[in-house]
């Protein structure tokens, strides 16, 4: 899976600017998203923008007046020598067609390009430049909570769905029930959820519904944690394992988790990729190396190391806690390759 941040695009976006050319007078921003890129854009190279349907109807955002801003706007969308029509990305390039056929109608496109930061290939025939490449499957920051891949993804509830509780709340009982009932929605998707992955616990299935059906969250399934208490929870500390090995046993391709430390135990323990929202990075499972091997290793609790008094099964099951199903089966196949010269 694929990720870039807004930070990713700023970076992408001054990486690139050698390759246009010097003449811009306007950037048009393709709604929404393009926008967004248009906006950071301009605000590295001081150069006026607009959003397409302004720039249809002859309007510039207004803003400051340094020397290179006035001389652009003074000409006037007519006589400017060059203008740059930015969305963020491109796929199959029905988005960037239909710009293009509204700005030909409209009678526009004598000095206008077309450009994308992010591509699915270097060379698109919709547009003029393409930035960066990134393949699919790709999510972006800014795209996320509204992106087809939740429908194949596990997704966390408090801390993403709606904002923690606080520890007054998180009581386990009355308040608890009480900040469920009235918990502040955070992020709302407008996709269909493939499996909710809670470390809530099953007593609370009910109003855990009852709170989604009000906010109108649709999803496929709701996987909560089946213990007595938040007690037994704290003391197993049972919460990334968990999500990981459900995530590991479904054919999800993302993890949305609230807290960073639990994201990168979800990423280890799954092997597959995990969002986390509060740290707004993406985490990965690690490249299964010698290396690696050794300081899993040398961290693991000894008494798991005690292989004498360990049956061959336990450690198989204790290998694939450690490196999950992918990195176990990789390993399985280095060990039985054959020397060279066997």
């Known amino acids: 899976m694929q990720y870039r941040s807004i930070a990713d695009m700023n970076d992408t976006i001054v990486r690139n600017l050698h390759r246009l050319p010097k003449d811009i007078d306007l950037v048009v921003g393709v709604p929404r998203s393009g926008i967004l890129a248009a906006n950071l854009f301009c605000l590295v190279t001081n150069i006026p923008m607009t959003d397409l349907d302004s720039f249809l109807e002859g309007k510039i955002y207004t803003s400051g007046v340094s020397p290179k801003r006035r001389e652009a706007l003074d000409r006037g969308i007519s006589d400017m020598r060059r203008i740059l029509v930015l969305d963020d990305s491109i796929n199959g390039g029905r988005a960037m067609l239909a710009a293009r056929k509204r700005i030909e109608d409209a009678h526009l496109s004598d000095n206008v390009m077309m450009a994308a930061v992010y591509g699915a290939q270097p060379d698109h025939k919709e547009a003029d430049f393409v930035f960066e490449v990134v393949a699919r499957p790709r999510v972006f920051q800014w795209n996320l909570m509204h992106h087809e891949v939740l429908e194949r993804s596990c997704v966390d509830i408090d ?10 709340e998180n009581d386990d009982g009355a308040r608890y029930e009480d900040f469920i009932s009235r918990a502040l929605p955070l992020h709302v998707p407008t996709k269909r959820l493939g499996t909710l992955v809670t470390s809530r616990l099953e007593k609370y299935r009910t109003s855990t519904e009852a709170w989604l059906k009000k906010h109108r969250i649709e999803y496929g399934e709701l996987v909560m944690l089946d213990l007595p208490s938040k007690a037994e929870r704290q003391r197993l500390k049972s919460h990334g394992s ?12 993302l993890f949305i988790e609230s807290e960073p430390a639990q994201a990168e135990a979800i990423a280890r323990i799954s092997g597959k990729p995990v969002f986390c929202v509060e740290s707004q990075q993406m ?16 961290t693991m609790p000894s008494r798991l190391r005690e292989s004498r008094r360990t049956s061959k099964q336990r450690m198989k099951e204790i290998a694939r806690g450690l490196l999950g199903e992918e990195s176990y089966a990789r390993l399985k196949n280095v060990v039985k390759r054959p020397a060279i010269g066997d």
């Open 159 to 168: 801390g993403v769905l709606c904002f923690d509780p606080t520890e007054e």
């Open 242 to 253: 968990f999500k990981g090995s459900v995530y590991r046993n479904s054919d999800a391709q």
């Open 283 to 298: 985490y990965y499972a690690e490249p299964l190396t010698p290396a690696a091997l050794r300081q899993k290793l040398r």
